[in-house]
């Protein structure tokens, strides 16, 4: 299919592109250890209590990591116009949409894989569930975060502020899902007594990730008209 | 073509460094680095008396406050080379300030990963967020950030001169890491030189001391020929490129 | 070829286009001309399905651009005032990349040879960034005639270019003629639309006010059309 | 003095074109609420204990909003190259920096008067220490973050990708800042009786600013060169 | 009034200039020309204070600028390929901003009338970023002309410009040049060169390969020139 065939080239020469320099990648990663850091000082998490918040920070670094990589490559596409070059392009926005998701999902499960086990190693963390759930979940998760992050990317885009627009919109559309996978990774983390419950979020999230990212694929035409 | 050679010289200067250094210099810094080295390990292991509560583990004491020692050293020769290239604009004092940095991340990655092996032995616990392991951590940090403006896109004496700026107010951090567990006061980490705020220094054995500063002088002295090795081998990057660049310019004209 | 019909655009309140009617058949090289802010960039914007128009119809190839937008998008080839070029990409990613994405068969070759064209092999490897703006305007034309397109929208494309460039350029859009390119051309180079232009369109505050051949390249029946029509104009 | 003149006009220029458009000013704060309800999700604010990440919440609020502010100060002089316009200007670089400075640590002390009092209304505080202090150190934290941050963000701007550098740059940096501030503000939000050692904190700070406001305004010029 | 010895700027490895020597007297004129990637928007860059040289040395009014850069700031005015001006906001208030930089008296007035001679006193209050090229242009003139340089440097200035703006710009630079200012102007358009210039420079590779006056505004003989110089370069 063209479309598919497009969106994969797009996405190889982003990453094509990522691979040259490496810069927004290790930048991802040390900022998300750096919320790490910075999380540890103005939470002490020698308290006992900040155990539980485990689940909620790795979903916050994903997001913080995750915001930055968005952004940027929507933005990257702004010098020099090259996004009118591809809209000028035969190639669906549709085309645009995926190949920008495919490159952005690639690159936060490269941070995520990264990142999640310097936390555990920081916060001391023993783990008492299941690594393949808590695997399972993560992914579902990033994906209905990139695949929204990425459509709303395109549309703050539009914005000469674009990198201050898109935590607005970002934040408030993504809560279901954000919520949803903290409940789920907190409790396959400590509890898998509730083992049930994670897995009916899980289903949540993955059906709110099917439904975004369909209709993303249709209304992103909207949203890259110039 | 020749005649543009002739040209083109004074503008390419050589590095000034790299010719009048001595070429002996490496060798003797390998040679007494493996030599303090090994007496440094024989004093370690064997001379050096045994910890009364910690027992064999303490020995990576003397590899912690070592590498330590040589990271802060290190980071104070990037600022000292920074301001120096600020001042004097030449590539060399660069380099200088660069590898540095470079070889104080090394030594620092080596103290956070001593610090958290004994930590497991004596705190049994991986990390602590404890002033001196969090500053510690945020020096490593800076240090990367250090290393990430040299990875900026642009020409080298943009860079060199953005990092400088940066070498030298990130040095900042490295008196806070010092004094960290005698201003605040500390649950863990313990004090031996001088006074914590809430614990006298703690002291040390004189076996144990003479191993620790025999131990110090044996990692300076390998920081010292790492550094001498690293400027020499950017310098040869440095002159790489230049030839080609003059190849290329060759064949153009 | 291109087929134009009552064409408006409105942003916001301001009326850029008002109502322009032009047919261009299939092998012509057109020229507009018009003062600054007459709206030539806004109407080649449209004409390659960049912005959409508020009202009015825009055919080429007998197909309408809001319908069979994706057909007509492969035959275009578009340059506008910025230089659609990945920065930190050298001149041969940067087309082998448009090449690709238009579907362009053995891309490499065709770009290597395109590069040599604009007169730049020497620099196929250097990241674009580093670019003076003739430079970057010489790939810049050589990226929108990648896929060889039946149809080229030109937007200043002389803007930096030396004499040698020019020279090129112009060769370029004669060979691309003969080949039966349709081209469309802004500019505000009397001696180069003169030159290489058949036709000259002349756009004056959002409309048409004159449409011409031109004959044996004379540029002073341009200068003294253009006079005519923007008389009292600044 | 002249300095002083240029500096004025251009942080002028800045505050007139956020007081035309507010969109800044008002990202930031949405911003900060954003924050805000999102952690009054991940810690219940009913419970007693959350009451201990105040003073941490209130200092993650400041650098997250602040580094959006920051980041675009600099780089809003980047489109066009105004930069360069201010640059061949009879203008010292100093002058650059105080100018964006003053117009930062106004909008952060803005954003700061809206947010913190919504803050503590979500999460019903108490104060029980004293206001005046309270003031002063966010005067004072706010002040080194926002010197620092100014600074930084003039280095970073020379990146293609400073909003991704910044952050990177900023959090160690300004880290003795903020460990300081947040333990003054622990302090005198709920425990008076340690009032001295929150002051010796608050001293502790306050120096840090005031070398590296010095630091800056002689360093700038190597920054600012191009 | 300015006077550059043994100029030379390399970006990393790549030697841009390669040892310039000019002087240029009051009241002068001088067009640069040369192909594209020669060097001269880089010498543009060093004369103005924007980038440091790697050697020698540039002196203006009699200062050396590492030394009194600040002195000499004052009497330059400067226009790259940017347009330096703030998008969002409207000419007046770009104009008059950068008048006050300055330490210009009167800036409003001065403000209003360098927008009107430019003819966009209809624009007045518009933001620049819904400008078209050409207008954008035309602003960026009055910028750099706003505090009465002494020294006005010129990066391809007739960009976009239309022919009635070109004579506008024209205009200009001759009133100024009347009042003793020296004008430094890059360009690629002999025409424009051969008007209004009384001396021309030619610029390859880094280096200057011809310096010679124009008289009559012959623009044959630039021509000639230039084409002496550049054979065998595309
Ligand atoms: C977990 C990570 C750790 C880090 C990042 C760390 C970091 C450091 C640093 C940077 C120094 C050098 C300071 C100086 O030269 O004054 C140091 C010194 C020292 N460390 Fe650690 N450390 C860690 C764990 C430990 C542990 C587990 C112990 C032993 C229980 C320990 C005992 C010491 C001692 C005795 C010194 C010399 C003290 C002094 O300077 O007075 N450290 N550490
Ligand atoms: N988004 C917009 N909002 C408002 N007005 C706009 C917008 N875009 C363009 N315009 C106006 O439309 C007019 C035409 O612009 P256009 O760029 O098409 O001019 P042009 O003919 O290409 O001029 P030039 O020769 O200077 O490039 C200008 O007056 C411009 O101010
Ligand atoms: N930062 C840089 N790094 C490497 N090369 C550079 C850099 N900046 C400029 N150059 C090179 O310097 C040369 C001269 O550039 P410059 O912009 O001065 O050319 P120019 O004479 O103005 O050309 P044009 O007529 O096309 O504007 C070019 O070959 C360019 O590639
Ligand atoms: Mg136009
Ligand atoms: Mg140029």
Redesign the interface.
Known sequence: MNLVK?AL??AK?DLF?EW??KQVLVTQIIFASLVIVVFSFAFDPSNNMTKAVIPGIIWVIIVFAGILGLNRSIVSEQ????M?????????PAGIYLGKFIANFTMIMIVETIAIPFLFLLFDFNMAGSIPYFILIIFVGSFGFVSIGTFLAALAGNSKSSEMLLPLLLFPIASPVLIGVTQATRIVLSDMSKLSSALAWTQMVTSYDVIFFVISLFLIDYVL?? | MSMNLEQEKPLLPDSPLSKSKSAYLPKVLLGSTIITMLTSIYFIFLYAEEEKTMGAAQKIFYFHVSSAWVAFFAFFITCLFSILFLVKRQRIYDTYAYVSAEIGVVFTIIVLTTGPIWAKSAWNTWWVWEPRLITTLILFFLYIAYIMIRQM?GVWDKKARLASVFGIIGFVDVPIVFFAIRWWQTKLHPVVFGEGSDQSGGGIAPSMLAALLISILAFTILYAYLLNKGVTLENLKIKVEQYKEKLRMDI?N | MIEITKLTKQ?DNKLILRGIDIKVSKGETVAIL?????GK?TLL?II?????PTSGLVKMKGLDIKKDG??I??S?G?L??????????SPLENLV??G????VEQVEERAVQLVKEV?LS?FLHD?V???????V??IAIA?AIIHDPEILLLD?PH????????T?LNNVILTMKNKGTTTLMVT?D?KQAAEICDRIIIIKNGKLVDDFQVKDQSIELVTEK?ARQ?EG??
Chains 1, 4 share one sequence.
Do not use: C, W
């Open positions: 497009s080239l797009l020469k592109s040259k320099t010098r020099n116009d090259t009118y070059a591809l809209l000028v392009a035969p190639m669906e008209e110039v | 896109d153009e | 942003a018009g003062p600054n802010g007459a960039s914007k390659a399905g960049l912005i959409k994706f057909e998008k492969k275009i578009y506008p005032h910025a230089s659609l070029l990945y920065d930190h990409y990349f448009f690709k994405l238009y579907g007169g020497f990241p960034k580093n670019f003076s703006r003739g430079m305007q010489r990226r200043e803007t930096g270019l030396d004499q040698g460039a020019m090129i505000h009397f253009y923007l104009v600044s």
